[in-house]
T-cell receptor, first 117, second 113 residues
């Protein structure tokens, strides 16, 4: 079955430091890939998405992600984090459900990011 | 100008009682979704709908019903609430072409006692 795994439940980084949040997917083909962010007590917001082409995609607020087919990964990066980046980050992938036009979004478990002074 | 709103934002329910969660979107989107989020888990799809008066089962539909009376409104119904249904519930919407770019509401925190 298709799945998305985020191996790190919690990550703490210092303000100004670089960041990488890991994501791996399991699927025989290439899904569409996404990163969503959830600020405290809010709904999820789309950060960036990958459909095809350049494996490095840019998102909002200086975030980028790199797709690797060989590694089945889609890691999120940021060069310099700010305290306002503290949130829960979800990696997600979508696949077309067989015999339908429905494209299902499957989420990873989420990584809680804390940015400390 | 929130495009997806949910009510109530939080609720305490008793075991065996009926709970209705409501969602309203002003995105003019065809698709609407209900997810539940549990601590340490990602979002899991309960029900979805791509047109008014029709709903489809997601990955975890047991114990839940859904209703889509209009394009803008999508409800999630727990006929007999159970302790295991304590969670945060999110509604989302998307258009037909970009289904996987979903717009989420702020969530409803449900506590079943």
């Amino acid at each position: 079955a298709q799945s998305v795994t985020q191996p790190d439940a919690r990550v703490t980084v210092s303000e100004g430091a670089s960041l990488q949040l890991r994501c791996k997917y399991s699927y025989s083909g290439t899904p569409y890939l996404f990163w969503y962010v959830q600020y405290q007590r809010q709904g999820l917001q789309l950060l960036l998405k990958y459909y095809s082409g350049d494996p490095v995609v840019q998102g909002v607020n200086g975030f980028e992600a790199e797709f690797s087919k060989s590694d089945s990964s889609f890691h999120l990066r940021k060069a310099s984090v700010h305290w306002s980046d503290s949130a829960v980050y979800f990696c997600a992938a979508s696949w077309l459900v067989a015999s339908s036009s429905f494209s299902k979004l499957v989420f990873g478990q989420g990584t809680s990011l804390s940015v400390v002074p | 100008e929130a495009a997806v709103t949910q009510s109530p934002r939080s609720k305490v329910a008793v075991t065996g009682g009926k709970v209705t969660l409501s969602c309203h979107q002003t995105n003019n989107h065809d698709y609407m979704y209900w997810y539940r989020q549990d601590t340490g888990h990602g979002l899991r799809l309960i029900h979805y709908s791509y047109v008014a008066d029709s709903t489809e089962k997601g990955d975890i539909p047991d114990g839940y019903k859904a209703s889509r009376p209009s394009q803008e409104n999508f409800s999630l119904i727990l006929e007999l609430a159970s302790l295991s249904q304590t969670a945060v519930y999110f509604c989302a919407s998307s258009d037909l072409v970009n289904q996987d770019t979903q717009y989420f509401g702020p969530g409803t925190r449900l506590l079943v006692l």
